[in-house]
């Protein structure tokens, strides 16, 4: 064969090689990434003392702020902001407002102030449930405060039901865990509300009464059932001392009582008591 031909064979052997077909690229393995665990939920000191360890006790001492918290400090977080709840009754809006805690889904607190109050009377309670957190919502009664029309006790009752259910409804509440606080008037509205609402899981009554603008709260306290109960009142607002006293002997969950030391009544209890808000917070966090 001569020397061309050689050559010629070599080179069609040189093409024919270049037009194998070629696979396809192989994908790169896809490694798992590790699963990183969550931080843990860090929760305030509670106080030392448990003033909840035995129903019904009457503890004024035992009400402690939660170790190294300065109450007067706190500031709420970033994203509070004004909050409209609407009658179901007759569209009448509730003026309120929100404080959303900064992990979600967060258990939620709902404050009822007392008679001619306004929600801002929780401002020493709502940044230290918030930091906690907790998503807060604070409500101008009917008649009360920026919300418009008239005091009417009857329809404040139904609109205790529709705040328990916009709370639930709510993005980044955790529908399951919903407390109602409420302070004179409110306090027999919180009661009331909580007895008959599928969306309440915990009710605290500070100064109620057993009838208030007739809102009634003896049958209530017997169908809260095995829902948390805290009842709270100064010693020398006797007609609240007795109210209190009078409700926890009628409960048949978990309930507490905590007579305290003095004569102010509803919210200005916060005032008087400084270390009112840790002990809210240290029963929220046993019983929500």
């Not at 109050?117 to 009360?144: F, H, I, M, N, S």
């Not at 027999?188 to 609402?197: D, E, P």
Request: charged letters at 15%; one cysteine or more; aromatic letters at 4%.
């Amino acid at each position: 064969m001569s020397k061309r031909l050689w050559l010629g064979l070599a080179v069609v052997a040189i093409l024919l090689a270049g037009c194998e077909e070629v696979g396809p690229t192989p994908l790169p393995t896809r490694t798992r990434m590790p699963e990183i665990a969550p931080s843990p939920t860090v929760n305030p000191v509670l106080p030392s003392i448990d003033p909840f360890s035995q129903p019904g006790q009457n503890i004024p001492e035992a009400a402690a702020a939660p170790s190294g918290m300065d109450i007067e400090s706190v500031i709420p977080l970033p994203g509070e902001s004004s909050y409209e709840v609407v009658a179901s009754q007759d569209r009448l809006r509730l003026q309120a407002m929100l404080y959303p805690a900064d992990v979600q889904p967060a258990p939620a607190v709902l404050l009822l102030p007392m008679l001619n109050g306004r929600k801002e009377d929780w401002r020493p309670l709502v940044p230290v449930l918030q930091q906690a957190g907790y998503t807060v919502l604070t409500v101008d009664l009917r008649g009360q405060g920026a919300t418009g029309g008239t005091p009417n006790w009857t329809q404040a009752r139904q609109d205790v039901l529709d705040m328990l259910a916009d709370l639930q409804a709510m993005d980044g509440v955790d529908g399951e865990r919903i407390a109602v606080i409420g302070a004179g008037i409110g306090a027999n509205l919180a009661l009331t509300g909580c007895a008959v609402s599928t969306f309440c899981d915990a009710v605290a009554a500070l100064s109620p009464g057993l009838d208030d603008q007739g809102v009634l709260t003896e049958g209530a306290v017997t169908q809260l059932g095995d829902r948390p109960l805290l009842l709270i009142a100064a010693i020398d607002d006797t007609v609240a001392a007795a109210a209190a006293q009078r409700l926890d002997g009628l409960a048949s969950g978990p309930h507490e009582l905590l007579l305290l030391e003095g004569s102010a009544r509803g919210t200005a209890l916060l005032q008087a008591r400084p270390d009112l808000p840790g002990t809210l917070l240290a029963w929220l966090n046993a019983n929500l």
